[in-house]
């Protein structure tokens, strides 16, 4: 781990309103079951083992502001109370490290699971969790969360997740096929199908989070991997749109289609400040992502993307497990993905990504090296826990 030791991590304490420094995190903790319902029953009583490990993780790491993806979302908010009391914020014997309380979270619908009525993965059927808006075996699996020990301006809270992905100017729609090859002049979506499929395969969110008062807007969200398709690259079509979606929210223009779901249009003014979290799901280097997809971010004009975390685990990793990771071009040390080492191999999908204003003063990825501290808690996800410091 770069820049800080688990000893750091354990005896940190929790920020207060006062303080000038902010831990902010992003998480993909793969707390997602295969059915709804499945969540809130395993973590009841504090006895999942898998929740345990992610616990552990964050009552070490200890951010102010943490997104968790792949947490399945329910209505009633019972899975994210069971995890926030039975394993964050209580005294438990499991857990040598201290607790960590979050007063305040946030959470809402995602497309995954939503029943689309249409045959999107052309498999003959319209039922399957392929044909949902988002892959999904039920409405909200992979649904994400927003843990907080600041206040949230519930009012002001911007989502995106009814918005159309057609009615995005310059949209990347996959081509339709021919004999097993892609064809220009037909579309792999037809024109009712994309009255039906939104942008976001789970959702898009602007969470603003009061910092001494003064918000720091909370961009997160989750695109689809750009995989499990085929030459038309559905996926990886859609996942740059996901992710271009926050490149057209921080630039000026009135966009009059970039509608909320609150019924608000346009983008972030310049004005506020961000933070950019999430399972993005491209590599800048390596992987299956359209070319360039990630860099819609890393290279915006209004993102300091000037910094990378790192890891000493990631690094270790790649040479242990050798495999795909042995033809791959990005620095190991920045990988927060421990994907199959058959064909892809590990991957940076993961960003924490600040406003240009916002002065990063430490960052790190939680890839413990085999024999230290923590070795044991990351194998609750193939993802690795992302986090930055930043002076406020």
Same mark, same amino acid.
């Given at each position: 781990?770069?820049?800080? /030791?688990?000893?750091?991590?354990?005896?940190?304490?929790?920020?207060?309103a006062r303080q000038t420094t902010i831990r902010i995190a992003t998480f993909n903790c793969?707390?997602?079951?295969?059915?709804?319902?499945?969540?809130?029953?395993?973590?009841?009583?504090?006895?999942? *083992?898998?929740?345990?490990?992610?616990?552990?993780?964050?009552?070490?790491?200890?951010?102010?502001?943490?997104?968790?993806? %792949?947490?399945?979302?329910?209505?009633?908010?019972?899975?994210?109370?069971?995890?926030?009391? %039975?394993?964050?914020?209580?005294?438990?014997?499991?857990? +040598?490290?201290?607790?960590?309380?979050?007063?305040?979270?946030?959470?809402?619908?995602?497309?995954?699971?939503?029943?689309?009525?249409?045959?999107?993965? =052309?498999?003959?059927? =319209?039922?399957?969790?392929?044909?949902?808006?988002?892959?999904?075996?039920?409405?909200?699996?992979?649904?994400?969360?927003?843990?907080?020990?600041?206040?949230?301006?519930?009012?002001?809270?911007?989502?995106?997740?009814?918005?159309?992905?057609?009615?995005?100017?310059?949209?990347?729609? *996959?081509?339709?096929?021919?004999?097993?090859?892609?064809?220009? /002049?037909?579309?792999?979506?037809?024109?009712?199908?994309?009255?039906?499929?939104?942008?976001?395969?789970?959702? =898009?969110?602007?969470?603003?989070?009061? !910092?001494?008062?003064?918000?720091?807007?909370?961009?997160?969200?989750?695109?689809?991997? +750009?995989?499990?398709?085929?030459?038309?690259?559905?996926?990886?079509?859609?996942?740059?749109?996901?992710?271009?979606?926050?490149?057209?929210?921080?630039?000026?223009? %009135?966009?009059?289609?970039?509608?909320?779901?609150?019924?608000? /249009?346009? +983008?972030?003014?310049?004005?506020?400040?961000?933070?950019?979290?999430?399972?993005?799901?491209?590599?800048?280097?390596?992987?299956?992502?359209?070319?360039?997809?990630?860099?819609?971010?890393?290279? =915006?004009?209004?993102?300091?993307?000037?910094?990378? *975390?790192?890891?000493?685990?990631?690094? %270790?990793?790649?040479?242990?497990?050798?495999?795909?990771?042995?033809?791959?071009?990005?620095?190991?040390?920045?990988?927060?993905?421990?994907?199959?080492?058959?064909?892809?191999?590990?991957?940076?999908?993961?960003?924490?990504? *600040?406003?240009?204003?916002?002065? !990063?003063?430490?960052?790190?990825?939680?890839?413990?090296?085999?024999?230290?501290?923590?070795?044991?808690? !990351?194998?609750?996800?193939?993802?690795?826990?992302?986090?930055?410091? !930043?002076?406020?």
């Amino acid at each position: 781990m770069t820049g800080s /030791t688990l000893t750091e991590f354990v005896h940190a304490q929790d920020v207060d309103a006062r303080q000038t420094t902010i831990r902010i995190a992003t998480f993909n903790c793969s707390l997602n079951r295969d059915a709804e319902g499945e969540l809130a029953r395993g973590l009841a009583g504090g006895l999942d *083992p898998q929740a345990r490990k992610v616990a552990r993780i964050l009552r070490t790491v200890r951010p102010q502001i943490v997104l968790l993806n %792949e947490f399945d979302f329910d209505a009633d908010r019972r899975s994210l109370d069971l995890f926030r009391t %039975e394993y964050l914020e209580a005294s438990v014997d499991w857990s +040598p490290e201290a607790p960590v309380d979050y007063p305040f979270a946030f959470t809402a619908p995602a497309n995954t699971g939503v029943p689309s009525g249409r045959d999107l993965d =052309h498999d003959g059927k =319209h039922d399957g969790p392929g044909d949902a808006i988002g892959f999904g075996r039920f409405p909200g699996q992979y649904g994400m969360v927003i843990f907080s020990q600041f206040p949230i301006d519930q009012s002001a809270v911007r989502t995106f997740q009814n918005l159309l992905w057609k009615d995005v100017p310059g949209a990347l729609l *996959p081509l339709g096929l021919k004999d097993g090859k892609v064809e220009t /002049t037909v579309m792999w979506y037809s024109a009712d199908d994309l009255q039906q499929l939104r942008l976001s395969s789970k959702s =898009h969110w602007d969470v603003p989070v009061l !910092v001494n008062g003064k918000p720091l807007h909370i961009l997160a969200s989750h695109p689809t991997p +750009p995989a499990f398709d085929g030459p038309e690259d559905r996926n990886g079509r859609r996942n740059h749109d996901e992710i271009r979606l926050w490149t057209e929210y921080l630039s000026d223009g %009135e966009k009059p289609w970039l509608r909320d779901d609150q019924g608000r /249009t346009g +983008p972030l003014p310049s004005s506020e400040r961000f933070v950019i979290l999430g399972d993005q799901n491209a590599d800048p280097f390596d992987g299956g992502s359209v070319d360039s997809a990630i860099n819609q971010l890393l290279q =915006h004009p209004r993102v300091n993307s000037a910094f990378t *975390p790192r890891s000493a685990g990631g690094a %270790e990793a790649s040479q242990v497990q050798k495999g795909a990771n042995q033809q791959q071009q990005g620095p190991a040390a920045e990988d927060t993905a421990d994907f199959s080492d058959r064909s892809v191999g590990n991957l940076r999908a993961d960003y924490v990504l *600040p406003e240009k204003s916002l002065s !990063v003063t430490k960052s790190g990825i939680f890839w413990p090296k085999e024999n230290e501290t923590g070795a044991d808690l !990351v194998d609750c996800s193939d993802h690795r826990l992302v986090w930055i410091d !930043v002076a406020w």
